[in-house]
């Protein structure tokens, strides 16, 4: 009885999160906004460069996205992205403010 207890919640939170690749892997891979799971998976099955194996998985994997999106919305809200890729984005795109003030300067011939 006491193995059953156990048993049951272990195996609906390994359920959940082996569910929703793409939103486990959106959301730990610093992408912002609500569904980003839903929203790489839609753009994976629209993607003409994407396999046919892939696009199947995907497909059969969305449903659970979504789902695990859901329940992660209020994460989404509240959550900050301070991922290595957004940090780049992000002194990028000064640089290039401070480039459109101050040009770079020119380069001497050979």
Not at 14 to 25: I, Q
Not at 50 to 60: C, N, R
Not at 68 to 96: C, G, H, I, N
Request: glycine share 8%; net charge neutral; proline share 7%.
């Amino acid at each position: 009885m006491m193995k059953k207890l156990f048993l049951i919640p272990v195996l609906t939170t390994g359920m959940m999160v082996l569910a929703g690749c793409s939103s486990v892997m959106s959301h730990t891979g610093g992408k912002e906004g609500t569904y980003p799971g839903t929203r790489a998976s839609a753009e994976m099955l629209g993607d003409d460069t994407t396999g046919w194996g892939t696009k199947s998985l995907v497909a059969l994997d969305m449903p659970l996205t979504a789902v695990a999106d859901t329940l992660l919305l209020p994460w989404d809200f509240f959550r900050k992205d301070t991922s290595v890729r957004s940090r780049v984005q992000k002194s990028e795109q000064e640089t290039q403010a401070m480039n459109a003030v101050i040009p770079p300067a020119a380069m001497p011939a050979p």
